[in-house]
């Protein structure tokens, strides 16, 4: 029943993460930083703490009486995971939907899977299995063989990508995705996938404080609350510090007091897509709870998101006018993406 609740949980916080792109696309007049950072203020600074407090009453004191050895790595992943959040944007933007999701969320799903066992190989823990100790055990063997499929089916969605832009006139691609660009898209959706993973990493990091929650007395479905908190603080900070520099180089500060544009309903949908794109984390630590904060919970959080976003991007016609050749590579690589995630399941399971 534990596990089932832990796949409920996961799924839930796929489908939020997988949807939350939408919403900005009702934004109107805006530049892209300025929606971003809007967004970004209710994911990472305003509902993070709000979901803290109503879960883990105190997770202040939590927070500050934690070693500074913590707080500064968790920190750190933070910024390094913020630095692929904000290039994830980018990549849909380029990409979109369908794509942009598949290439990021495989990379993202492949290097999460194996991101916390390379921690403890860094800091060996008890009772934690270290990169080392995957390659000595048939499961971790299995789970790195799904990795490498994981891989596998990031190319051929990347090789669907290059079919498309062949295929279809600029204005056919811009139909559906307003700045299509391959290229560059892919550049940047590899290195946000890489770097994405890092909330793995953040997870591990913080891991004491959620266990002193717990300690504290206060419920263990919403233990990783008070590591989301300084998890995105390095978020918000990497967010924040590049859309002020887009802003000031495009002069597109003005958006805010801008008003031939929509400047209430562009908030609403902006904070829409951030609140969105928290419960992602919300419920996935109310499913790493259940599961463990092993390669399976974040491979199964990667794929509802990939199945989700991909199912976003047929509803918004992302494929239309391609060959029948080009839509079945993309199912084909996606699905190449969602056998990997069978694969490192069961390479999880071994012990």
């Known amino acids: 029943m534990q596990a089932l609740l832990g796949v409920l949980y996961h799924s839930i916080g796929g489908f939020a993460s997988g949807s939350f792109y939408m919403p900005f696309n009702k934004v109107k007049g805006w530049a892209w930083e300025s929606y ?4 970004g203020l209710f994911s ?38 913020g630095i692929g959040g904000l290039t994830y944007g980018l990549g849909v933007r380029y990409l979109g939907m369908s794509l942009g999701n598949s290439v990021v969320l495989g990379f993202c799903a492949a290097f999460g899977a194996i991101v916390p066992s390379i921690y403890y190989n860094i800091n060996p823990t008890a009772g934690k299995i270290s990169f080392t100790d995957m390659l ?38 811009s139909a559906s995705v307003k700045e299509f660009s391959l290229v560059k898209g892919l550049i940047i959706a590899i290195f946000s996938g890489i770097l994405s993973s890092f909330f793995n990493f953040g997870i591990e990091a913080g891991k004491p404080m959620a266990e002193a ?7 263990p ?16 900070t990497t967010n924040f510090i590049w859309t002020t ?21 562009n908030i609403m949908f902006s904070a829409l897509a951030g609140t969105t794109w928290f419960l992602q984390f919300f419920f996935y630590g109310m499913g790493e709870s259940k599961l463990g904060n092993g390669a399976s919970s974040w491979i199964l959080h990667m794929s509802t998101i990939i199945l989700t ?18 839509k079945l590579t993309i199912i084909v690589g996606i699905t190449v993406i969602l056998l990997a995630v069978v694969i490192v399941g069961i390479g999880n399971s071994i012990e």
């Open 136 to 173: 000595a055990s048939p499961g971790g063997r299995i789970v790195l063989l799904g990795v490498l499929v994981c891989l596998i089916g990031i190319a051929l969605s990347g090789k669907a990508g290059m079919m498309k832009e062949k295929e279809l006139t600029n204005e056919e691609k």
């Open 309 to 326: 976003a991909n199912m976003w991007g047929i509803y918004r016609k992302e494929w239309k006018g391609v060959a029948k050749k080009t």
């Open 44 to 81: 990472w600074l305003i509902v993070p703490p709000l979901a803290a407090y109503l879960t883990v009453p105190g997770f202040f004191e939590i927070i500050f009486s934690s070693s500074q050895q913590i707080i500064y790595f968790t920190f750190l992943m933070g910024l390094l995971w």
């Open 245 to 265: 520099i887009l802003s000031l180089k495009n002069k597109s500060y003005g958006d805010f007091v801008n008003k031939s544009t929509p400047i209430k309903r």
């Open 36 to 39: 971003w950072i809007v967004g």
């Open 213 to 219: 929650a717990v300690a504290a007395g206060h419920n």
């Open 221 to 236: 479905l919403f233990q990783n609350n008070v590591t989301f908190v300084v998890i995105l603080w390095g978020g918000l």
